[in-house]
């Protein structure tokens, strides 16, 4: 009895130690994958956290006038506010081709200074891709097709209704166009509202206003009715392009 008791314990033990070696052999794997999924969703938010840094820039301190960056970015950007479905009619190379070129530079860069690994160049390939993920937002689904369509409704893609609420009164709200999940926590924040109050402090530099309202001049297009359909061009946009733009001040004026 006492050596078969004895072998019972030692075939448990036994059977045990395999299961959480055999456990641990598959727990090593999975955690691994868990932690590059954990780090492929850190870089998507920081590529939309990007994107809506740069919108922000462009929408409150953005200067038509400036040099080069005025023509190529922030007239084609007021332009988008006050005819939010126009932009659709760019080719893909045409709303992407610099972002590309930006994503390129970055992942050189990298490159040169041995900083290079998959986050970068995961980093570049979405990020370089923002403008047609913003234009998926404005487009019906008949348009987008549908497996962009179904990205949006799974939410790995920023959805329609999202972005709406960007063209909404001032435009001046939900810069992030990349997903859905950072622009409810920025707004709650009031992270915008708290680095203009910082820029303004340091640099005495104000947002942009319009000289005839004396108000936020982000190139104001629609107001009221549903969120997706002002991003989807369902309801009427109220200010012409030319209007729009020409209504920005230059930056001397550009003062509340
Ligand atoms: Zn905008
Ligand atoms: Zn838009």
């Not at 002002?230 to 946009?237: H, V």
């Amino acid at each position: 009895m006492f050596p078969a008791s004895l072998d019972a314990v030692s075939l448990t033990s036994a059977l045990t130690h395999t299961h959480t070696h055999a456990l641990a052999a598959i727990a090593g794997p999975a955690r691994e994958l868990a932690g590059l999924a954990l780090e492929f969703v850190l870089v998507v938010l920081l590529v939309d956290l990007a994107s809506g840094i740069g919108h922000w820039l462009e929408d409150t301190y953005g200067n038509p006038d400036t040099p080069l960056i005025g023509r190529l970015v922030i007239v084609p950007n007021l332009e988008h506010h006050a005819q939010p479905r126009a932009f659709l009619a760019k080719s893909w190379l045409e709303s992407c081709g610099d972002l590309m070129l930006a994503g390129a530079l970055l992942v050189a860069a990298a490159w040169a200074l041995d900083l290079l690994t998959w986050h970068v160049v995961v980093f570049a390939l979405i990020g370089s891709q923002a403008n047609q993920i913003h234009k998926w937002a404005h487009q019906n689904p008949r348009e987008k097709g549908a497996l962009v369509h179904l990205l949006q409704r799974m939410r790995l893609l920023q959805t329609p209704r999202e972005h709406g609420q960007h063209h909404q009164g001032a435009t001046d709200s939900h810069y992030c166009t990349v997903t859905n999940a950072l622009n409810p926590l920025l707004e709650r924040l009031r992270v915008w509202r708290r680095l203009e109050g910082l820029v303004e402090r340091t640099f005495g530099l104000r947002p942009r206003t319009d000289p005839a309202t004396g108000r936020r001049a982000a190139g104001r297009a629609v107001s009221g009715g549903l969120s997706s359909a002002a991003a989807t061009g369902t309801l009427r946009a109220r200010t012409t392009v030319g209007s729009a733009a020409a209504r920005v001040p230059l930056p001397s004026s550009g003062r509340r």
